[in-house]
């Protein structure tokens, strides 16, 4: 079956990196596109930004634009985003999700999420 | 960007109950619009894709309509399995956004 499996939760210092990784599996990598979506605690969903798996073209939400680096691996299945210069307000749980079809539709394989915690 | 809200925030049914949930666009987005519910502690999952098509294995009293920029989420009889919060997203435009949420208590 179609699995999205992400890296483990991270703990960093305000002004650091993450990057957080999202392994696939059960499908053919490179003809879906991936999106990465936060919450924040107890807040809603906030879509990131989006890269073609195929193409590797890649389209950032405005407030992350210049901050976050969204890449894939064709030969391990695996994308990544890179958040740098992290605040306090960066503390959420990080998701990868699958597109189901073409860049119009919904995302209907979400990985398990990963906490990142931007503490001092 | 493309500004989704949905009403009510939440609300508060009971099993059997007929409940809608809307979403409103800041522009057209033709018929893009997803629908996701969200339990505790849990990944979102897709529920409605493209306004109206109920993804594969979603159960059947989920139903959703619209377009332009009025859509709405529809529960015919409320079940218990239901609670959470549901969650809209419009992918037409190259920058996706999603609405803040509608929390559904039974």
């Known amino acids: 079956q179609v699995q999205l499996v992400q890296s483990g939760g991270e703990v960093k210092k305000p002004g650091a990196s993450v990057k957080v990784s999202c392994t696939t599996s059960?499908?053919?990598?490179?003809?879906?596109?991936i999106s990465w979506v936060r919450q924040a605690p107890g807040q809603g969903l906030e879509w990131m930004g989006w890269?073609?798996?195929?193409?590797?073209?890649?389209n950032y939400a405005r407030k992350f634009k210049g901050r976050v680096t969204m890449t894939t691996d064709a030969s391990s299945s695996t994308a990544y985003m890179e958040l740098r210069s992290l605040t306090f307000d960066d503390t959420a749980v990080y998701y990868c999700?699958?597109?189901?079809?073409?860049?119009?539709?919904?995302?209907?394989?979400w990985g398990q999420g990963t906490t990142v915690t931007v503490s001092s | 960007d493309i500004q989704m809200s949905q009403s009510p925030s939440s609300l508060s049914a009971s099993v059997g109950d007929r409940v809608t949930l809307t979403c409103r666009a800041s522009?057209?987005?033709?018929?893009?619009l997803n629908w996701y519910q969200q339990k505790p502690g849990q990944t979102p999952k897709l529920l409605i894709y493209?306004?109206?098509s109920l993804q594969s294995g979603a159960p059947t009293r989920f139903s959703g309509s619209g377009s332009g920029t009025d859509f709405t989420l529809t529960i015919t009889s409320l079940q218990p399995e239901d609670f959470g919060t549901y969650f809209c997203?419009?992918?037409?435009?190259?920058?996706?956004?999603f609405g803040q949420g509608t929390k559904v208590e039974i």
């Open positions: 890269i073609g798996a195929y193409n590797v073209n890649t």
């Open positions: 493209a306004a109206s």
């Open positions: 997203q419009q992918s037409y435009s190259t920058l996706r956004t």
């Open positions: 522009q057209s987005i033709s018929k893009y």
């Open positions: 059960g499908y053919t990598f490179i003809r879906n596109g």
């Open positions: 999700a699958r597109d189901s079809g073409d860049y119009h539709s919904g995302m209907d394989v």
